[in-house]
């Protein structure tokens, strides 16, 4: 299959989803001198692949502020338009910036810096140069786009943040979430790869329900017994410390939830 017909399967996967969006994947490469994002991509560890951390960014395309000296990170993913028309991006850091935006969802050929910054800034000063505004680009509603910030820091303090103008003149600072999708996907609603299991205890017992996915959404855990929530029961697993006769025959399930739908696990008893 090459790779357009990939990208078109991709869109036609997501559109369902685009009014709920998501996040976006933080990357994190500690322990690097200088403050150029240069210093960033010319590393051993951003060419391998291998960061000290990852994490997502779930509310706003913005990192966390003044955490740390001498690191880089990477925040990528896929945009999503909520409008057909021309968009202008800013990117707002200390110390320097860029930001890449790809014309489709292909991140690897079509990659262009549409704004960068080679000074600092403060947090969501996003006018301090004219490098941090881009140039109007026309996105299309309903596609993906990849899109990419690098920053570097220094010493002192530290920022990322990438804010937007839709075709309608409205003005996100930073980009929310909902507008935004992790790499790698499936972008699909969980997906069950083991059901919770019936189990056979004697009173006094430990007891413990499981369910796991196959996809890598974070996903959110409420368990119920009968059609009821368990209060405080949202992990991928389910303990009752010592059952009881009463607990004979009972019934639980879990409810599975990310940011594209859910699903209701099958009862174990």
């Known amino acids: 299959m090459c790779w357009k017909t990939r990208i078109a399967l991709l869109v036609l996967l997501v559109l369902p989803f685009i009014a709920r969006g998501g996040g976006i994947v933080r990357e994190v490469y500690s322990g690097l001198s200088g403050w150029t994002v240069y210093d960033l991509t010319n590393s051993a560890a951003y060419n391998s692949g291998t960061p000290s951390s990852t994490n997502w960014l779930t509310e706003l395309f913005e990192t966390p502020i003044n ?9 990528h993913g896929y945009i ?24 489709n969802a292909y991140p690897v050929t079509n990659l262009v810096k549409v704004a960068y ?12 140069t ?12 309903g596609k993906m786009y990849y899109i990419r910030a690098l ?17 309608n003149g409205n003005v996100e600072e930073p980009i929310p979430c909902t507008r935004l999708l992790p790499p790698g996907g499936p972008w699909v609603p969980p ?6 299991a019936d189990v056979v205890a004697i009173e006094g017992d430990t007891v413990t ?40 025959n009972a019934q639980f399930r879990c409810i599975l939830t990310n940011v594209l739908g859910s699903v209701t696990s099958e009862f174990a008893t």
């Not at 999503?80 to 014309?103: K, V």
């Not at 004219?130 to 509603?141: F, K």
């Not at 996809?215 to 409420?222: F, G, L, R, S």
């Open 209 to 248: 329900f499981r369910v796991a996915v196959s996809n890598m959404y974070p996903v959110a855990y409420q368990w119920q017994r009968g059609a009821s929530n368990i209060v405080g029961a949202t992990a991928s697993n389910y303990v009752i410390s010592a059952v009881t006769l009463a607990d004979t």
């Open 80 to 103: 999503l338009p909520p409008q057909s028309g021309s968009y202008t991006f800013w990117i707002s850091s200390d110390d320097n910036s860029e930001l890449w935006l790809s014309t």
């Open 67 to 75: 955490i740390g000296d001498n690191y880089g990170q990477r925040v």
């Open 117 to 128: 910054l080679a000074d600092w800034s403060s947090p969501r000063e996003w006018t301090k």
């Open 151 to 167: 920053m570097k820091e220094g010493s002192g303090g530290d920022n990322l943040a990438v804010r937007w103008r839709l075709p």
């Open 191 to 196: 997906q069950i790869s083991e059901q919770p």
């Open 130 to 141: 004219n490098t941090q505004q881009s140039a109007p680009i026309y996105l299309e509603a």
